[in-house]
């Protein structure tokens, strides 16, 4: 079958498209050669008749529906574009993935958007894999470098190419972070830290906001990272390429310059900054060019903040940041010198004296500004010998001002750099290989160059461009465009001949016969830039030349590339006598010579640099000191005009990219190629113009072209027999794969060159998989047709047997019933005879045992009376004597009773009268108002109130009321005496007169009683209102006693459900709490074991500069405790002024620079002062000094005794708020309790009583989550600092009780203690041990602890119990990788530990059962408890660690269930050589349960309690579920139904195993439940929608995320089986939209997610030396029972 035939009736073709760039279609009949015509149907349903004027001019075919989405470009059977642009749109939109292989390149689309991939959980599913087996990731390749230099022993690079904003600075990032966590994370190193602290530094000082990123890298980076021979980062060097000088005196429109510029601008008001004179940013010329100054999410100061923290971490002090600071501030300062232009022609130039930017630049680099403004507008020349000073012009002098300005910050960039290599270099030898990372940023507009054309570009802006990915092209090219084009040339010829080189391995591996594959080279091209007499030669020469132009040089091209020696890849343009035409690789560009000498020569003159050399600042002076020491080439220096700068650019730029080729060619390159989807930033949207465009630059199609060139197409034997064995003819098995290949492709293919076979693999041309499937699909119709037929004849065969069968199992039945009759009769007979003999059998023997019964029992009575008549005998004589001595006790006791009854009855009646009298007060009490009032507290206040003022109102108004009568009858009384005396003046006198006097008196006394009229109204009124008044508050009453009823019953049922929330709370805070103490106290022993090793390094430092002698005691002493402490990192961050600690305690910047190989009397001076705070807080909070501890002045050391006062006072707080809470509690339920006993109305004391414990509650939880969110060591500090000195004045002095002698103790020798120790502890073998009862050693220490504190010697029992933890501590680091040691002293610390709980003097005060210790060994408990949870956490760390590389295999990969899966298939990428199971046999689930097996074995053989084994196995279950869930997440030949079935098999196998030991009640099976529910997941039906409905109902332990991701990795191995469609995934996720989703969005589990630990309080019995069973092979016998 030909090429043509594949282009038949239903094939998928592609057709060009303007705006998709290609589209699909599908063909409406077959291709007829004579038509010349195709029909297509577009995917929208129009028809499109397709013109075929050649066979050429046939559209390219669509690959088969099996490599949809395939995420290996190479491995499509059709490579062309657009079959690479189409799976990368799937994979993109559809998918959601970025990431795509494309051979040996891997291909990241931007997204735009957070992506969780790139977490902890992503870096341990890739540490350690193969590259083909996983889904294409960066983190896969830097894996694979990797793997390849500890392997190979091989230096790698890994080169990330792209454009600007297509994400090759995050790119690197990852990368680095993935080798710093791979190869620093084990050994604890700080260069991983200094690595990662480069990036913020690089960032400020070498990134800024562009038109297409906001933060572009506008410089290129190589960074070294050495590897020691472990495979441990030792070191690491940074080399930068490409910096962007130009950038720093001019923007483009809507960028910015450096993002360092900018920071410091934004923090121009600080204190330490304002000797620099900043202004905003829009007030200097160098950053307002762009016009825009800030970037929309960014805050600078903060990134300068962090820039600093990062230069500190890097080693550079704050006098240096400073001087930094000022050479920065000068930078922007220099360009506001305003230049001006003088003379007739404006020839000249000059700057004011009293410039004040001049000024300040001067004073900050500290130079002379006279001699700066002459230079600057000034020119030194030597002619004949003789030097002349010339005027420059304006212009002129404003391009050597920005000259000087680029010079500079090119100058400080390279001491960063430098100093970084500094920090960074290795301080353990040379490394033995490196990977190099190279970030190369991406081209700059078009706009953007143009505009630069009459700025200077130096040589590392011109090498950064020259790394770009992508050819530049605009419409008038220069220098820029020259040398980045040239760069791109050598970049993609090294590319091309390294793909070609591994194709031709591959070739050779497989031992393939085949013709050499022909590519393009461009070594012509190359030749013509820098060979002899080339591009480049020639514009040096022009440039040595006194009168050199850019005319001259373009004249002599044209005569030596066209004239000459015609060159193929040089030609002229038509129109022009000033330009000239390059046909690079990628397309033929046409390049302006205008402006390409003075680019070229990079003029900086010598007199501006010889000012700074001579400048004040030892740093400035540095740089340019440093410039004149470097080597340069004199023979090609330049003599017209002295200048610092011999060199020109093109000749720098050719070095420096020889250099760089020539690294990357000692190196095995691995390329990332960063695609750009769109030019707006938007998250997942695709513009395939774009992105074709990038393609076609790149060499990812050139790639494909090469691959395409040879056989594209490879299959393993056992791929191709799984996939295409429909079409072999005969039976074969899988083990004749390669042999039935061999022979049926030749009857399928005829043609042999569209095939070869390799040693593990067939090859094949482009296309002939498409035709393999064809022939497949044929094979399968016809076979279809006949399975047809063949079950119909097995229904017909199917009916006709089951109707035999039922006539013959008629048949058996009714033979079968007959002889069951028969068997029955014999069965009866034989029965008959059997109970006749044993009837009579048993009558005789009845009879014999009646008889020998009574005899039994004849001599029994008789004994018995005789024992009874001596035993009456002796009771009566004993009785006796007891009777008497009981009369005479009785007689005592009566008279004893009598006096006492008369003395209790005498006392009863007085208290019973007292009583009553109480009884009676009490009973008016109750029926008072008062009581009413104080039931009811909230209302009867308020109403006494008012009743006192009504009483009050109402007193004065009768009051008024009775002075108003009393008035009215004395004014009467007064009138009819006024009267009468006034009738008998009339009577005396006939026309009396009256007086005015009486007239006016007799006014005022009507005046008067008016008044009191109104008056006695208005008082009435008011007592109207107040008695209203009163009515209306005694329904409010009544209302508010209702309202207070309702609220009684409605918080009767409420109260409950508050108190138990609120438990609930404690309790999963103390929960969360237990899990961050136990994590810390992780962290601590990882800090510990860093400590010892840099301890060892330091003595074995010490011991190579000469013997020193140590004190003999120093190797006796254990190691010291491991309490959990708080992390100390915040503490290095916090100013020193808001610092908490006292002035006393000093600051912890000397104690960290004194080494660790310091004399230890030099080492304790720091914290030797007496009245040490840290002491004192640790007597104040009761904590022991710690005797082990020998590092006074280590900074490890006192964080030691802070951390563990700062446990001693959060576990008294938290003691002591849960006391309080239980005690709360306890009143609560009680007053719950009478509440629901009381019939009345709720009192509104317990209405109070409710709102406050409400109130207590919520204070509780704030106190808690305070507590909770306390993260710094100095905050704990402050407030313990704070609460000790309260509690030592609170504090009583008690006397210690005295100890009751026990018995069954032993006593140990205190110069046996060591002996003791070291037989029973540090030197207890692992044989021995483990034939050792259970809990021996602790059952021994402790009866010799208990006999130590029975003497009273305090001091002794507090440093013996501390040894003996020490002891235990050392034996487990000894014996670190043992399981079964490790079981061994978890049983024996957590038996010495409930123990010494059980006898603590604080649990067994109130206990009369057991003694308690004299002495509180508190702390040594607490540091036990720590012990346990340390040998917990290596008993676990052991089994993870055998654990870790059998997991994936055991689960995924191996075939527990015969014939469900077949062979596992191999990656048609990396299946020829590079196998990681070199020798024996692959893990199994066997291999699994024996690592489990052998640890519930260690446990159960030390009778750990089971509740703990349950804890274990629950987190072990856990990290096998979520290792075996990342590693399907991120496997493509695990997601199909076959290997699902395979691995719920083997799941099942671990549910059963661990059922069959009990273990599933810890919550050990729960965790598998997202592996079962993504296998179940695998298994289900993925085509309808009701399918769709039952996925969703069924994976609740799985995210929306996963739970797609699954589908769209779902791969099928079989023919029966189909892909997922893409309308399927989309109805899921528009069911997954409904539901709410309570899984994190991340798509991985977190492996290191630990459980907190709990361990059973187990109270033991009393000991006894008598019950312990001490073999003589302890060699203990010195110790004596006591």
Known sequence: MGPLELYCKGATVWVPDEDAVWVSAQLLRDYNPEERLLCLQLGNGLELHYTVASLSDLPPLGNPDILEGENDLTALSFLHEPAVLHNLRVRFLDFNSIYTYCGIVLVAINPYDQLPLYGEEVIDAYSGQDMADMEPHIFSVAEEAYRTMTREEKNQSIIISGESGS?????????????????????????EERVLASNPIMEAIGNAKTIRNDNSSRFGKYIEIGFGRKGDIIGANMRTYLLEKSRVVFQASSERNYHIFYQLCSARNYPELRELKLLAPEDFCYTRQGGDMHIPGTNDLAELKRTSDALTILGVQAD?????????????????????????????????????????????????????????????????????????????????????????????????????????????????????????????????????????????????????????????????????????????????????????????REELDWRRIEFSDNQLCINLIEGQLGLLDLLDEECRMPKGSDESWVRKLYDRHLSSTPHPHFQKPRMSNSAFIVLHFADNVQYECQGFLDKNRDTVFEELVNILKASQSELVAELFQQQSTSPSVAQESIHSGRRAHKLTVGFQFRQSLQLLMDTLNNTTPHYVRCIKPNDFKEPFTFDPKRTVQQLRACGVLETIRISAAGYPSRWTYEEFYTRYRVLLRGAHGQEQAQVSCQKALPKLIPDPEQYRFGKTKVFFRAGQVALLERLRAERLRVATVIIQSWVRRWLAQTCFHRTLWAIMTIQRYIRGALARRLTMTMRYTKAVLIIQKT????????????????????????????????????????????????????????????????????????????????LLALKKEAKSVERYRELNKGMEVKLMQLQLRLDKEVKQATLLGETLNAERDARKEELETLRATLQKLQSQKPEPQPSPEIIKEVEEQRQANEKAVQEIERLTQELELLKNEREHFMKEKENLSAHLLTQQQAGEGNIHEAVLKATTAIKSDLDEERRKYQGLLRDFSRLEQRYDNLREMSLLTERTKGHRRTDSTQSLSFEPLSPSFTPLSSLSTTPLSASPFPSGLPSPEPVRRISVTSPTFERRSPWSSESNPMDLLMESLAVAKDPTVKMKSDDLAHAYDAVRVANKFLENQL??????????????????????????????????????????????????????????????????????????????????????????????????????????????????????????????????????????????????????????????????????????????????????????????????????????????????????????????????????????????????????????????????????????????????????????????????PPELMEQAFHQLTYLMCASAFNSLLLRKDMCSWSRGMQIRYNVSLLEEWLRSRELSAGGAVATLEPLIQAVQLLQMGKKTEGDAKSMVQTCTALSSQQIVKILTLYTPHSDLDERVTLNFIRTVQGLLKNRSDSQAPQILMDVRQVFPVTFPCLPSPNLHADQLKIPDNLKISFLRRA
């Open 167 to 191: 994400g090759k600075t995050v790119s690197a990032k990852f990368t680095m972070r993935y080798f710093a966590v791979v190869g620093g994370a084990a050994q604890q190193t700080s260069v």
């Open 320 to 508: 240096q940041q400073m001087e930094l600071f000022r050479i920065l501030a000068a930078i922007l300062h220099l360009g506001n010198v305003n230049i001006q232009a003088s003379g007739r022609n404006s020839d000249r130039s000059y700057i004011d004296a009293d410039d004040s930017s001049l000024a300040i630049f001067s004073k900050l680099l500290g130079v002379e500004g006279p001699q700066m403004a002459h230079w600057l507008c000034n020119r030194r020349l030597t002619v004949g010998g003789e030097t002349l000073v010339k005027p420059v012009s304006g212009q002129q002098a404003v391009e050597a001002q920005n000259a000087l300005s680029k010079h500079i910050y090119g100058q400080m960039f390279t001491w960063t750099v430098h100093r970084l290599n500094s920090a960074l270099r290795s301080q353990r030898g040379q490394p033995k290989s490196f990977i190099g990372v190279l970030d190369i940023y991406g081209s700059a507009t078009a706009v953007h160059v143009e505009k630069m054309f009459s700025l200077f570009f130096g040589i590392h802006l011109l090498m950064l461009f020259l790394l770009c990915c992508s050819f530049e092209t605009f419409t008038k090219n220069s220098f820029e465009q020259f040398c980045i084009n040239y760069a791109n040339e050598k970049l993609q010829q090294q590319f091309n001949r390294h793909v070609f080189h591994l194709e031709q391995e591959e070739y050779i």
């Open 839 to 918: 009837y009579r059998m048993l009558v005789v023997r009845q009879l014999f045992q009646m008889i020998r019964q009574a005899t039994i029992t004849i001599q029994a009575f008789t004994r018995g009376t005789l024992a009874r008549r001596q035993y009456r005998q002796l009771l009566a004589e004993r009785a006796a004597v007891l009777v008497q001595s009981k009369v005479r006790g009785w007689l005592a006791r009566r008279a004893y009773r009598r006096v006492r009854a008369a003395v209790v009855f005498m006392q009863c009646c007085v208290r019973r009268r007292a009583a009553r009298r109480e």
């Open 1215 to 1504: 003691h002591s708020q849960h006391i309080q809470w239980q005690n709360e509690m306890e009143a609560l339920r009680s007053q719950l309790r009478k509440v629901s006993s009381s019939s009345g109305t709720i009192p509104q004391d317990f209405q109070d009583l409710l709102e406050a414990k409400e109130q207590e509650c919520v204070r509780l939880r704030r106190e808690l989550r305070d507590l909770k969110n306390t993260s710094t060591l100095r905050r704990l500090l402050t407030q313990v600092l704070s609460v000790s000195s309260t509690a030592q004045e609170s504090s009583c002095v008690t006397e210690s009780p005295k100890s009751a002698p026990v018995a069954g103790l032993l006593e140990c020798r205190k110069k046996d203690e060591g002996k003791l120790l070291k037989n029973l502890v540090t030197e207890l073998h692992g044989d021995l041990a483990l034939t050792l009862p259970p809990g021996l050693s602790a059952s021994v220490l402790f009866l010799c602890l208990r006999q130590i504190d029975q003497t009273g010697d305090q001091p002794r029992t507090r440093s013996f119990c501390t040894a003996i933890v020490s002891a235990i501590k050392a034996a487990l680091k000894k014996h670190s990788n043992d399981l079964d040691m490790t079981a061994l002293w978890l049983k024996n610390g957590c038996l010495l530990h409930d123990l010494l709980a059980q006898h603590s003097s604080k649990q067994t005060c109130e206990s009369d059962e057991v003694v308690s210790f004299v002495v509180d060994l508190s702390d040594q408990i607490r540091a036990l408890s720590d012990l346990c949870i340390q040998a917990y956490q290596q008993l676990l760390s052991i089994t993870e660690a055998r654990l870790q590389s059998v997991i994936v295999p055991a689960l995924l990969e191996s075939e527990s269930l015969a014939g469900s899966a077949g062979k596992l298939p191999l990656s048609r990428k990396g299946a020829s050589s590079d196998s990681r199971v070199v020798g024996g046999e692959a893990p199994s689930m066997d291999s699994l349960l024996r690592e489990l097996r052998a640890l519930y074995t260690a446990m159960s053989r030390q009778a750990l």
